[in-house]
């Protein structure tokens, strides 16, 4: 009996498998990338009910991040500011701003919104089964710029980092890349520069990380891994 199918047609089953074994490889490829926290939330960046500029409140008048966000250093949870504590600067500061029309509406009473609070649109949020404490942190020597980037230079609040676990983890296994004296937990400009007058006799110690390091050992540092640490 005559073969009914060409010859060609034999390796029709491996070229079939090596198409499909491409796809897979590229499907997970692609949904590995593309389905991380690092590019689903990086960068995100809403816009908010009142156009609020970091970069002139910080960075050019100098406000201490805990004077709107005033539960950081002593809560599990930041908070953001209330209308009175924008109202206290602003009643007396760009009265007249038309970007300020949502603040000033919560101080009249004739207006529908009179006595609510302003909407803030959330930026950052770890998953509901996570726990963070954010009094935790930053009273053992972590900085709003470990998590948050250089907020202090942000025109519109955007993510910096991906806050995965396994962004977390680098941390909890190395603090000593992001500790810093107490009184340094709030100044974005902390560098190199800043380590000499934290140490004395000790040539050893010259970069952040070295007094890092330093901190590590004098507070006793010691970031647990377990999984039980933020999954309670």
């Known amino acids: 009996m005559a073969n009914f199918f060409p010859r060609w047609t034999n390796l029709l089953p491996f070229k079939i498998g090596i198409c499909v074994i491409t796809l897979g490889i590229g499907v997970v490829a692609g949904f ?10 990086v960068g995100y960046q809403p816009s908010q009910p009142i156009p609020f500029s970091h970069r002139i409140h910080s960075e050019q008048l100098g406000i201490d991040c805990r004077y709107c966000h005033s539960f950081v250093d002593v809560s599990g949870h930041s908070n953001v500011p209330t209308s009175n504590t924008c109202w206290n600067c602003h009643q007396h500061v760009q009265q007249e701003s038309p970007k300020l029309q949502p603040l000033r509406d919560r101080f009249n009473p004739d207006h529908p919104d009179f006595g609510k609070p302003v909407e803030w649109v959330r930026i950052h949020k770890v998953p509901d089964y996570a726990y963070f404490n954010h009094a935790a942190h930053v009273n053992r020597g972590i900085s709003c710029q470990s998590c948050h980037g250089r907020v202090d230079q942000m025109e519109v609040v955007y993510q910096a980092e ?46 952040t990380e070295d007094l890092g390091l330093k901190l590590k050992e004098l507070w006793q540092v010691q970031p647990r891994e377990s999984c039980a640490t933020c999954h309670h």
């Open 32 to 41: 590995t990338y593309y389905a991380t926290p690092k590019t689903l939330a």
């Open 162 to 207: 991906n806050l995965s676990m396994g962004w977390c983890l680098e941390c909890h296994r190395a603090p000593e890349k992001h500790l810093r004296p107490m009184e340094e937990i709030f100044n974005f400009e902390y560098g190199d520069g800043d380590v000499a007058k934290y140490v004395a006799n000790d040539e050893g110690v010259t970069t």
